[in-house]
């Protein structure tokens, strides 16, 4: 959660949450994973094969990874005869792809300020409706696990967290792919809520919980890839001091809702555990390609496994 302020309905006069200015401070100067994982995936992919152009393919698709089998690594933009248009195309299809690779984060973004916008026209009322408030969850109005993450208690509340977001998001959704992003992102934000709520009697809003099972995301990525993410080990030593520093400061100063922060980010590192992705190596095909498949225990537990996807 965001704000954990000490009067419930004083919102607008609620401090920046310096756990999330922190935060974003830190992902914006240290998180250079986007670059590192396709820098250190290409190589990888360069060494599998004398294929050209995969490298620029595989930036291309990378946000594909929720469930397309590698297989598409293979297809018309490798014709070597086609070479006239190929600068054109290659910077045609880079925007393209720039753009899907960050389109959820892109429509998360938006809607925080919307419904910020909302709030204001509103004058206070979408927020007592959507806020964390314990006692009213006690009354059945358990909606406000979830709403609590969408709303934002003041304009610098608000940029804080779109800073966060805007920093960690277009990574975790182009490794994670669209579906398993926005499962992470709305189960922290909800774990969030609930750690919060069992934990932290004042009310909370803010989208930083959600944020933070990013951060989680992310590290279980890079943990479960630790031979193909180049300064693997740097990178997770940056997001542990991230946490660390955010929770120490959470101690320190009043109306910070470490719980929510706390449970967003076990709720990250668990659906990311869950759900994947987790490549591995399988086989090697008759006509060479290396097959790799998605193991993530979400296909153990609906008792199938990924296909294998060929990468040639």
Known sequence: MGSAPHQPFDWVHIPLNA????????????LRIGLLLRSSFQKNLSRLCPVPRLKDL???????????????????????????DEGKSHLETSRRNSFNERQWTNILLAANILIYIAQ??????????????????????????????????????????????NSIGPTVESICGPRRYLAVYFCSAIASS?????????????????????????????MR???MVEGGREEL???????????????IFKGIDNWGHLGGLLGGVAMSWFLGPAWKYESMSNDGSRIFTDQAP???FINRKRKPGKLN
């Open 298 to 300: 979400i296909f153990y």
């Open 120 to 165: 204001i026209a509103s004058q206070g009322k979408l927020m007592l409706w959507g806020a964390k408030i314990n006692s009213l969850i006690d009354k059945g109005q358990f909606w406000r696990l979830a709403t609590s993450s969408l709303l934002h208690a003041n304009i610098a509340h608000l940029m804080v967290n779109c800073y966060s977001l």
């Open 19 to 30: 756990t999330t200015t922190t935060a974003s401070l830190r992902l914006g100067h240290h």
């Open 58 to 84: 595989w930036c291309q698709r990378v946000n594909q990874l929720k469930g397309i089998n590698y297989s598409q690594f293979t297809n018309g933009a490798l014709n070597r005869n086609n070479t006239r």
């Open 194 to 222: 609930t750690t919060s709520y069992q934990f932290c009697k004042v009310p909370a809003v803010g989208a930083s919980g959600a944020i933070f099972g990013l951060v989680g995301s992310l590290a279980v990525f890079i």
């Open 237 to 251: 030593q940056h997001i542990a001091q991230v946490i660390f520093f955010n929770m120490a400061i959470g101690f």
């Open 225 to 227: 890839h630790r031979g």
